[in-house]
């Protein structure tokens, strides 16, 4: 059934964002190689294609908002993990930990490598705001990490927090399956590029972060 009323009020729109928001995370969970069309978001939230339009101008626009809460779904189990590492220090276990929240989330990483493709196609203001949201979180996570790690001077948590990001990111496009990929991975002589990405985050992680943290 399509809703065709107008949200009028606050809590209303706010209801009917999210519906869209989690229509979009639906389609992108069942076929995480493709960006559902704005139609399609449309039909699965059960809302009229042009209530679509109210909430965001674009199909990147929604698939950049589902980032930015997928992004702060994580922060939010990053500042648990971190707030355990301050009572119980345990590095590798602390490592393992943020991969398996990766391995939780799998449609996270296909989504966030898409970002500058959304960005280009996004309002300026929209771009803004998100990036400001997820640069307040990492200003605020870095910051208790810098009081967990005394060798992390101000400013040093937020930045370790966006090498590991880049790090995700990197190893995501090395070794996501592809049908080329698959193909070519048959040969003996490429079996080198045949990695386990949650294993190889796992080891680069506890690199990362012990050679930067540890006395």
Same mark, same amino acid.
């Given at each position: 059934?399509?809703?065709?009323?107008?949200?009028?009020?606050?809590?209303?729109?706010?209801?009917?964002?999210?519906?869209?928001?989690?229509?979009?995370?639906?389609?992108?969970?069942?076929?995480?190689?493709?960006?559902?069309?704005?139609?399609?978001?449309?039909?699965?939230?059960?809302?009229?294609?042009?209530?679509?339009?109210?909430?965001?101008?674009?199909?990147?626009?929604?698939?950049?908002?589902?980032?930015?809460?997928?992004?702060?779904?994580?922060?939010?189990?990053?500042?648990?993990?971190?707030?355990?590492?301050?009572?119980?220090?345990?590095?590798?276990?602390?490592?393992?930990?943020?991969?398996?929240?990766?391995?939780?989330?799998?449609?996270?990483?296909?989504?966030?490598?898409?970002?500058?493709?959304?960005?280009?196609? #996004?309002?300026?203001?929209?771009?803004? +705001?998100? *990036?400001? &949201?997820? @640069?307040? %979180? $990492?200003?605020?996570?870095?910051? #208790?990490?810098?009081?967990?790690?005394? +060798?992390? *001077?101000? &400013?040093? @948590?937020? %930045? $370790?927090?966006?090498?590991?990001?880049?790090?995700?990111?990197?190893?995501?496009?090395?070794?996501?399956?592809?049908?080329? %990929?698959?193909?070519?991975?048959?040969?003996?002589?490429?079996?080198?590029?045949?990695?386990?990405?949650?294993?190889?985050?796992?080891?680069?992680?506890?690199?990362?972060?012990?050679?930067?943290?540890?006395?």
């Amino acid at each position: 059934m399509v809703i065709k009323q107008r949200a009028m009020q606050d809590e209303d729109k706010q209801l009917r964002r999210q519906a869209i928001l989690t229509a979009a995370a639906t389609l992108l969970a069942g076929h995480p190689d493709r960006l559902a069309s704005v139609e399609d978001v449309a039909r699965q939230s059960g809302l009229a294609k042009g209530t679509m339009y109210l909430y965001f101008k674009t199909k990147e626009e929604i698939y950049l908002a589902l980032h930015e809460q997928q992004t702060h779904q994580f922060f939010d189990t990053l500042e648990a993990l971190v707030a355990r590492e301050r009572s119980r220090p345990g590095l590798k276990r602390f490592t393992r930990d943020v991969v398996e929240a990766i391995r939780q989330h799998p449609s996270f990483l296909p989504l966030a490598i898409q970002c500058p493709e959304f960005e280009r196609k #996004a309002d300026l203001e929209v771009i803004g +705001r998100c *990036k400001t &949201g997820i @640069g307040v %979180r $990492l200003t605020q996570i870095g910051a #208790a990490m810098e009081t967990i790690y005394p +060798r992390l *001077k101000k &400013g040093d @948590g937020a %930045r $370790l927090l966006i090498r590991s990001y880049g790090l995700m990111l990197g190893l995501w496009q090395l070794t996501a399956p592809t049908p080329t %990929r698959e193909v070519l991975h048959d040969r003996p002589e490429l079996n080198v590029f045949r990695l386990d990405y949650l294993v190889q985050l796992e080891a680069a992680l506890y690199a990362l972060w012990r050679g930067t943290v540890d006395e």
